[in-house]
T-cell receptor
Framework: AQSVTQLGSHVSVSEGALVLLRCNYSSSVPPYLFWYVQYPNQGLQLLLK??????LVKGINGFEAEFKKSETSFHLTKPSAHMSDAAEYFC????????????FGSGTQLTVLP | ETGVTQTPRHLVMGMTNKKSLKCEQH?????MYWYKQSAKKPLELMFVYSLEERVENNSVPSRFSPECPNSSHLFLHLHTLQPEDSALYLC????????????????FGEGSRLTVL
């Protein structure tokens, strides 16, 4: 079955440190890839997406992600964490097929320590 | 207004009540979705309406009943709910229909927090 795996349900970093949130997908055919962020009691907001072209994608709030086909990965990074980055982050994938809905990972809660 | 709007933002109901959640999208999109988000669980797709076709998750109990009168409005009718139905219910829309091409990018509302007593 096609799936999306986010390694680490909780990640803690210090303010100013590198943020790395991991996402792996299961498909031999490159899918469309997304990262969403969810702040407490809010809906999901798109951070960035990969469709075609350049494999390094820049998003809002200083985040970026790199599509690596050989590793079937789409990890999210930010060079320097800010307190306002504390939120839950979801990786999502759209695979080709008859029912082309997004498949979401289980989410990673990011805590930023002062 | 722009984007996807959900009302009410918070709802408390007893197990015998009947209530409805409303979603409206102002983006001209062709598909609308209901997701359930419970604590410690992955996002669960409940229903999809795409170009007037309904696609549903067969595991959703019949006490949840969707209605999509047009491409801009989506309702989730609730009756005789259980405490385990307490969750954040998220509405989303996408430009393309479910079986069309495109990226499938979803645009979410702020959610309706439901508490069943």
């Amino acid at each position: 079955a096609q799936s999306v795996t986010q390694l680490g349900s909780h990640v803690s970093v210090s303010e100013g440190a590198l943020v790395l949130l991991r996402c792996n997908y299961s498909s031999s055919v490159p899918p469309y890839l997304f990262w969403y962020v969810q702040y407490p009691n809010q809906g999901l907001q798109l951070l960035l997406k990969y469709t075609t072209g350049a494999t390094l994608v820049k998003g809002i709030n200083g985040f970026e992600a790199e599509f690596k086909k050989s590793e079937t990965s789409f990890h999210l990074t930010k060079p320097s964490a800010h307190m306002s980055d504390a939120a839950e982050y979801f990786c999502a994938v759209r695979y080709s097929g008859s029912a082309r809905q997004l498949t979401f990972g289980s989410g990673t809660q990011l805590t930023v320590l002062p | 207004e722009t984007g996807v709007t959900q009302t009410p933002r918070h709802l408390v109901m007893g197990m015998t009540n009947k209530k409805s959640l409303k979603c409206e999208q102002h983006l001209g999109h062709n598909a609308m979705y209901w997701y359930k988000q419970s604590a410690k669980k992955p996002l669960e797709l409940m229903f999809v309406y795409s170009l007037e076709e309904r696609v549903e998750n067969n595991s959703v109990p019949s006490r949840f009943s969707p209605e999509c009168p047009n491409s801009s409005h989506l309702f989730l009718h609730l009756h005789t709910l259980q405490p385990e139905d307490s969750a954040l219910y998220l509405c989303a829309s996408s430009r393309e229909g479910v079986r069309a091409g495109g990226t499938g990018e979803l645009f979410f509302g702020e959610g309706s927090r439901l508490t069943v007593l």
